[in-house]
């Protein structure tokens, strides 16, 4: 089993910035994906930025590209995601997950088996 809980949620002006972490915990290994995704009233859950857990490889959604950031702790089992220049649109409820290492698509959703119960981010025009 793995264990998800995320932080640093919040509200914030056009233009400003929050860092999300996600601390993992239990049957989590190297090779194990790790995803930020994102859910806002009337949408789908989309996938936001990922990283294959004790490799230098990542993933980010078009929507941002060069403004969001994923980083990982091998030691401390966490994930972050820098977010920066936050846009009105970026206003939803971000999620943590945790996926095995045959995850192919680190973006979907359906890829992922373990799930945070999410942190807010408001952000204000």
């Known amino acids: 089993q793995v264990q998800l809980l995320e932080s640093g949620g919040g509200s914030v002006q056009a233009g400003g910035s929050l860092r999300l972490s996600c601390a993992a915990s239990?049957?989590?290994?190297?090779?194990?994906?790790i995803g930020w995704f994102r859910q806002a009233p009337g949408k789908e859950r989309e996938g936001v930025a990922a990283?294959?857990?004790?490799?230098?490889?990542?993933s980010y959604a078009a929507s941002v590209k060069g403004r969001f950031t994923i980083s990982q702790d091998n030691a401390k089992k966490t994930v972050d995601l820098q977010m920066n220049s936050l846009k009105p649109e970026d206003s939803a409820m971000y999620y943590c997950?945790?996926?095995?290492?045959?995850?192919?698509?680190?973006?979907?959703?359906?890829?992922?088996?373990?799930w945070g119960e999410g942190t807010q981010v408001t952000v204000s025009s």
């Open positions: 997950a945790a996926g095995d290492s045959t995850v192919a698509g680190p973006l979907q959703t359906y890829e992922y088996e373990y």
């Open positions: 239990g049957s989590i290994y190297r090779g194990n994906c």
């Open positions: 990283t294959y857990f004790g490799f230098d490889v990542t």
